[in-house]
Nanobody, 117 residues
Framework: QVQLVESGGGLVQPGGSLRLSCASSGIIFNFYTMGWYRQAPGKQRELVATISRRGTTNYGAFVKGRFIISRDNAKNTVSLQMNSLKPEDTAVYYC???????????WGQGTQVTVSS
């Protein structure tokens, strides 16, 4: 059974930082591109960042150097360091795992990030 379990969300003030983590099980981690997506109320889910098996990263245009995605293939985890957070970053953040060949993917349950003073 595949599980992606996010953690690290919460309430933070504008300009603050949070670190999200996603622990995976039930997949061969090295076969998957890992990613973070987010969905704000009333909006579509959007790409935040992805990292390939070999460590190639891709970020949504809105990130503008504020976030860093990383993966630990030994621990089967992917993290998202978020800095300089803005109120518009408020959303549910989802972890995603996409197989590099079949493109089959899995989603976590999401973690809420709220940026507010």
């Amino acid at each position: 059974q595949v599980q992606l379990v996010e953690s690290g969300g919460g309430l933070v003030q504008p300009g603050g930082s949070l670190r999200l983590s996603c622990a995976s099980s039930g997949i061969i981690f090295n076969f998957y591109t890992m990613g973070w997506y987010r969905q704000a109320p009333g909006k579509q889910r959007e790409l935040v960042a992805t990292i390939s098996r070999r460590g190639t990263t891709n970020y949504g245009a809105f990130v503008k150097g504020r976030f860093i995605i990383s993966r630990d293939n030994a621990k089967n985890t992917v993290s998202l360091q978020m800095n300089s957070l803005k109120p518009e970053d408020t959303a549910v953040y989802y972890c995603n795992a996409e197989h590099f060949q079949t493109r089959n993917d899995y989603w976590g349950q999401g973690t809420q990030v709220t940026v507010s003073s």
